[in-house]
């Protein structure tokens, strides 16, 4: 029996679909849909995400593997991936560990909302930056 047609034949992301070889990878809240933050993973950290079970980007701004939590703590376990279906973009259905996943101490990185009178903040900050990542 083949294939459907939109069906690839490889169950991994196309990391050469990216120029760079890195792919948007979007954590969502596996339990409330919640959408947390957006990343980029490249082979590597897609790979570690596999093998440990929680999530491990790539910082573009440090040019490295990122694993999330390694410094504030608070990690995303993996609840389950998806892949769109042109296989370039990583969906990870994550539990949030540490109420917090983004960097600036808020639940979502999308807490702010556009409004007419422009960002308005939406999210309540659960931890303040500067004592979690004190350098």
């Given at each position: 029996?083949?294939?459907?047609?939109?069906?690839?034949?490889?169950?991994d992301p196309d990391f050469s679909k990216a120029a760079d070889?890195?792919?948007?990878?979007?954590?969502?809240?596996?339990?409330?849909?919640?959408?947390?933050?957006?990343?980029?993973?490249?082979?590597?950290?897609?790979?570690?995400?596999?093998?440990?079970?929680?999530?491990?980007?790539?910082?573009?701004?440090?040019?490295?593997?990122?694993?999330?939590?390694?410094?504030?703590?608070?990690?995303?376990?993996i609840d389950s991936i998806y892949l769109d279906c042109d296989?370039?973009?990583?969906l990870l259905k994550v539990q949030q560990v540490g109420d917090?996943?983004?960097?600036?101490?808020?639940?979502?990185?999308?807490?702010?909302?556009?409004?007419?009178?422009?960002?308005?903040?939406?999210?309540?900050?659960?931890?303040?930056?500067?004592?979690?990542?004190?350098?």
């Amino acid at each position: 029996m083949s294939q459907p047609e939109d069906i690839a034949p490889s169950h991994d992301p196309d990391f050469s679909k990216a120029a760079d070889g890195l792919l948007p990878a979007i954590a969502q809240d596996a339990k409330t849909g919640e959408v947390l933050m957006m990343a980029y993973m490249n082979s590597e950290s897609y790979a570690e995400t596999l093998k440990s079970g929680r999530a491990v980007y790539f910082s573009r701004s440090r040019n490295k593997l990122w694993r999330k939590g390694e410094e504030s703590g608070n990690v995303q376990k993996i609840d389950s991936i998806y892949l769109d279906c042109d296989r370039d973009t990583i969906l990870l259905k994550v539990q949030q560990v540490g109420d917090a996943a983004c960097h600036h101490g808020y639940r979502s990185c999308f807490y702010r909302r556009l409004t007419q009178d422009g960002l308005e903040v939406t999210g309540e900050r659960i931890f303040d930056p500067e004592e979690v990542y004190k350098k």
